[in-house]
């Protein structure tokens, strides 16, 4: 597994694992690409610097794949992801943000899971979710309602899971 941790997500997800008092000890050995931050969470096998949106993803995804071409099946998580499509700036690197993302999907070495605040895209880039959501195989959303959390898999390639709603 590797995780793809844009401006410090992971360390904001750990934390709020330990304020539950849940066991973050997981992910201190993680392997993971560092996107723009500064907190250290896990076992970084690279740092990039968060300048141009679409080049820091395409070096991030070019690492993912050199990983993928060595070893066995891999699964990436990508933290973040709201974070680097807000700081676009134009329609042109938006689509090629998902461009990139629909050069890996299909992949039969390796399956990619992106943590995505909806809210967030819908106020910046409200176009955006909509063809990420079409290059997705599977879609899931995670909604609250008072103090249940239900998963509904809002799309998927795989008709029995299909519009199957599980409260958590």
Known sequence: MVVVDILDTL?????????QGLNSGLLDNVRVIKIGGRLHVGNVITRLSFGEPVVREKEAFGIVKSILDVGDKIVSLVLGFDKLLFV???????????????????NPKGIGY???NTELLEKNTPNILPLLEEVATTVVEIRKKGKSFFLNVKKSINSEIDG???KL
């Open 11 to 19: 360390y904001l997800y750990k934390s709020q694992m330990e304020l």
């Open 88 to 106: 676009i700036n134009s329609r042109t690197e938006a689509l090629s943000i998902v461009n990139i993302v629909l050069g890996y999907t299909g």
């Open 114 to 116: 992106y943590f995505i």
């Open 164 to 166: 199957v709603e599980v």
